[in-house]
């Protein structure tokens, strides 16, 4: 016979070890369950797998990414910046000229003919070049602060902050067309209801007292012993005054609280 036989011959007799002693004899002390889990922890998914469902919140959706501005948009962004940052570069120049004249928050009508004394500080180069301050009084006389400030004053100013002519009422009219209506109060968000994050104790009281002050309410003017009468017909003695409450023993000796306007004198 054969080396080749005589190995399959003892393979044929020899027994299988069984799953458990193959892992006793790897160093496992319990059988395997044949449990896989499907988690992959840490480990990046499969190529191809796609998981069930939507995963994570339910109704996810992920906002979208926003589109990038054109190169003649972005240039139309940096051109309006730059003709910001010269309108500024004016204002401080002709405000230090001029302190009683030029107020972008508490602005003045000005007079007619008063960008012809500006020309007189006109510079060839700067902030007080000639388009400069041209460009600077077409953004100041149309902005909403001195439509509100000719319709308030209905007067023109001089550079030395004086009052030289008077508005007509054709130009009190267009500074009320131009002047653009207020933006309607925000409404709270989410619903919220008035007091809303409120702290308790710092709004008014139930009997029409200031926030934080007791003088609004009614005081019990009892003395602990009086008789009176608590709850329409019963009459009682006084035990005990708490706050706007008082305690009173009946005749028929219960003892019951009692509002103060439940309570009378005998």
């Known amino acids: 016979m054969s080396n080749e036989k005589k190995i399959s011959a003892i393979k044929a007799i020899t027994p299988k070890k069984s799953a458990l002693a193959n892992r006793q004899s790897e160093g496992y002390s319990r059988p395997s369950t044949g449990y896989k889990s499907s988690s992959t922890g840490s480990r990046p998914p499969r190529s191809g797998f796609k998981p069930k469902g939507n995963g994570g919140r339910p109704n996810f959706r992920k906002p979208a990414s926003r589109r990038p501005l054109s190169p003649k948009e972005l240039k139309a962004l940096e051109d309006k910046k730059l003709r910001r940052e010269r309108l500024d570069l004016t204002y401080n120049e002709l405000k230090a000229l001029y302190p009683n004249a030029f107020d ?97 104790g710092f709004g008014p009281k139930r009997f029409g007292g200031k926030p934080n002050d007791r003088r609004g309410r009614p005081h019990p003017n009892f003395n602990v012993g009086q008789k009176v009468i608590a709850g329409g017909n019963k009459e009682g003695t006084v035990k005990e005054v708490i706050g706007d409450k008082v305690r ?18 005998i």
């Open 248 to 265: 009173v023993t009946l005749d028929n000796g219960i003892t019951l609280l009692f509002n103060i306007a439940q309570v009378k004198k």
């Open 104 to 200: 972008r928050i508490h602005p003045k009508p000005l007079a007619v003919d008063v960008h012809k004394e500006l020309f007189q500080h006109v510079t060839e180069e700067g902030p007080l070049r000639k388009s400069a301050i041209r460009q600077f009084l077409a953004s100041y006389i149309r902005n909403d602060a001195y439509h509100a400030s000719a319709l308030k004053y209905k007067k023109r100013f001089n550079l030395q902050g004086e009052a030289v002519q008077d508005l007509d009422e054709s130009e009190l009219e267009y500074h009320r067309q131009s002047l653009r209506p207020a933006k309607p109060a925000r409404k709270p968000s989410f619903g919220r209801k008035p007091g809303f994050n409120k702290k308790p």
